[in-house]
């Protein structure tokens, strides 16, 4: 029998909250689907235990989460500590410490979510962009030079480039070889069994070195997929796209800041934040899997929040343990409960809670001829 360890960091806001329906659904899963067994160990990092700590997780965290065969995260953020260091500290910390390079972000519009773009349906909304997810501008790599150097309002307009007097910060998009081809090769990899079309998405118009870089590579490695067909769009070019013809992509491979900025454009598209989730995949070590949305703190506590991205989040790890008949089971249920339209949260136009979101899909699971 499989047993998979789960590390399951709730976070902070309404993380918890669509947590605990992440969970209830996998349960029903697990009472469904004979020799599927899952096993959880909740640690209570985050924001709460950074002001009563000092850090937001122990010294030793990635060491603890070593032995875990999946982590499965809810929110981090929190108004009392600032965002790019409960972030950096945290979610970051876990991606890049474990070499989690392909954060996998599906864009698929189910039925009976309402679609913002007009006269586009299920049919035209399904893509998946792969984003790499440890480097470019998230390395961390910069400085800044005369730190606290009083304000020069008043030379505004007037200022020389780089005056000796001024303040100077500077933030390095840092991408290395094996960092660029190993994330292209994954979306080739996906683009070859899913419609065999990848978008290098790039901005090699503005950026010489990186980007430039990165579209070489794509070149070079697109030479051993002659199956796939390619084409190259720039990011902001890839966002005016996402809106007008969103059934053009099949698979969009981009660098890390990029791919963050497009796939909250993706997550409207395809009805929220309340349904997008993603993966953050390391092939050959340890994975985490998260909603994309934020802690949304002023929702906390009020069982408000749409679950189905962090439902959706599970059953991607379902997917990556290889549990492929139970994340089939939590597909078709989710499907069915958003299709049927009866529970739905306030961001898709209905009165649901989150919870009452959760046992539909439990229910659904549960009515399921296996
Ligand atoms: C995301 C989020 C994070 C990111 C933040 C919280 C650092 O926006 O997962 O898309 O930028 O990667
Ligand atoms: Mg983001």
Same mark, same amino acid.
């Given at each position: 029998?499989?047993? @998979?360890?789960?590390?399951?960091?709730?976070?902070?806001?309404?993380? =918890?909250?669509?947590?605990?329906?992440?969970?209830?659904?996998? +349960?029903?899963?697990?009472?469904?689907?004979?020799?599927?067994?899952? #096993?959880?160990?909740?640690?209570?990092? $985050?924001? *709460?235990?950074?002001?009563?700590?000092?850090? %937001?997780?122990?010294?030793?965290?990635?060491?603890?989460?070593? $032995?875990?065969?999946?982590?499965?995260?809810?929110?981090?953020?929190?108004?009392?500590? =600032?965002?790019?260091?409960?972030?950096? *500290?945290?979610?970051?910390?876990?991606?890049?410490?474990? *070499?989690?390079?392909?954060?996998?972000? =599906?864009?698929?519009?189910?039925?009976?979510?309402?679609?913002?773009?007009?006269?586009?349906?299920?049919?035209?909304?399904?893509?998946?962009?792969?984003?790499?997810?440890? #480097?470019?501008?998230?390395? $961390?790599?910069?400085?800044?030079?005369? &730190?606290?150097? =009083?304000? @020069?309002?008043?030379?505004?307009?007037?200022?020389?480039?780089?005056?000796?007097?001024?303040?100077?910060?500077?933030?390095?998009?840092?991408?290395?070889? !094996?960092?660029?081809?190993?994330?292209?090769?994954?979306?080739?990899?996906?683009?070859?069994?899913?419609?065999? @079309?990848?978008?290098?998405?790039?901005?090699?118009?503005?950026?010489?070195? +990186?980007?430039?870089?990165?579209?070489?590579?794509?070149?070079?490695?697109?030479?051993?997929?002659?199956?796939?067909?390619?084409?190259?769009?720039?990011?902001?070019?890839?966002? %005016?796209?996402?809106?007008?013809?969103?059934?053009?992509?099949?698979?969009?491979?981009?660098?890390?800041?990029?791919?963050?900025?497009?796939?909250?454009?993706?997550?409207? !598209?395809?009805?929220?934040?309340?349904?997008?989730?993603?993966?953050?995949?390391?092939?050959?070590?340890?994975? %985490?899997?998260?909603?994309? @949305?934020? +802690?949304?703190?002023?929702?906390?506590?009020?069982?408000?929040?749409?679950?189905?991205?962090?439902?959706?989040?599970?059953?991607?790890?379902?997917?990556?343990?290889?549990?492929?008949?139970?994340?089939?089971?939590?597909?078709?249920?989710?499907?069915?409960?958003?299709?049927?339209?009866?529970?739905?949260?306030?961001?898709?136009?209905?009165?649901?809670?989150?919870?009452?979101?959760?046992?539909?899909?439990?229910?659904? !699971?549960? &009515?399921?001829?296996?």
């Amino acid at each position: 029998m499989a047993k @998979h360890k789960v590390a399951v960091i709730a976070g902070d806001g309404v993380g =918890p909250e669509v947590m605990a329906e992440g969970i209830k659904v996998l +349960s029903a899963v697990q009472a469904k689907v004979k020799n599927l067994s899952l #096993e959880y160990e909740h640690f209570p990092w $985050g924001c *709460d235990y950074y002001l009563a700590n000092g850090e %937001m997780m122990p010294q030793n965290g990635l060491e603890i989460l070593k $032995g875990f065969d999946a982590i499965y995260l809810g929110a981090i953020g929190d108004p009392r500590v =600032p965002d790019h260091i409960s972030v950096r *500290d945290l979610v970051l910390k876990i991606r890049i410490g474990f *070499d989690q390079y392909a954060n996998v972000r =599906p864009i698929k519009l189910l039925e009976g979510v309402f679609c913002p773009l007009k006269n586009k349906t299920p049919q035209d909304i399904d893509f998946v962009v792969i984003r790499e997810n440890t #480097e470019g501008f998230y390395a $961390g790599c910069g400085g800044r030079y005369r &730190k606290g150097t =009083p304000e @020069h309002g008043k030379y505004a307009g007037l200022r020389q480039v780089f005056s000796d007097s001024e303040e100077v910060v500077v933030q390095e998009g840092v991408l290395s070889q !094996i960092g660029v081809e190993r994330v292209i090769t994954f979306a080739f990899d996906l683009a070859r069994n899913r419609k065999k @079309h990848l978008t290098c998405c790039t901005k090699s118009n503005a950026l010489n070195y +990186s980007m430039v870089y990165w579209d070489e590579v794509f070149r070079k490695i697109a030479q051993s997929y002659p199956d796939v067909r390619t084409d190259f769009a720039m990011v902001d070019a890839t966002c %005016m796209w996402m809106v007008k013809n969103p059934e053009n992509f099949d698979v969009i491979v981009a660098e890390n800041l990029f791919g963050d900025i497009i796939t909250d454009l993706g997550a409207a !598209i395809q009805g929220g934040m309340g349904v997008a989730a993603g993966a953050n995949l390391n092939p050959h070590g340890l994975s %985490m899997f998260e909603p994309i @949305h934020g +802690s949304a703190p002023k929702y906390t506590g009020k069982n408000v929040i749409n679950p189905v991205a962090t439902i959706w989040a599970g059953l991607m790890m379902l997917e990556q343990l290889g549990e492929k008949e139970a994340a089939t089971l939590v597909t078709e249920a989710v499907k069915e409960v958003l299709k049927e339209g009866k529970y739905r949260t306030k961001d898709l136009g209905g009165t649901s809670s989150t919870s009452e979101v959760g046992d539909a899909v439990v229910d659904a !699971i549960e &009515k399921t001829k296996t």
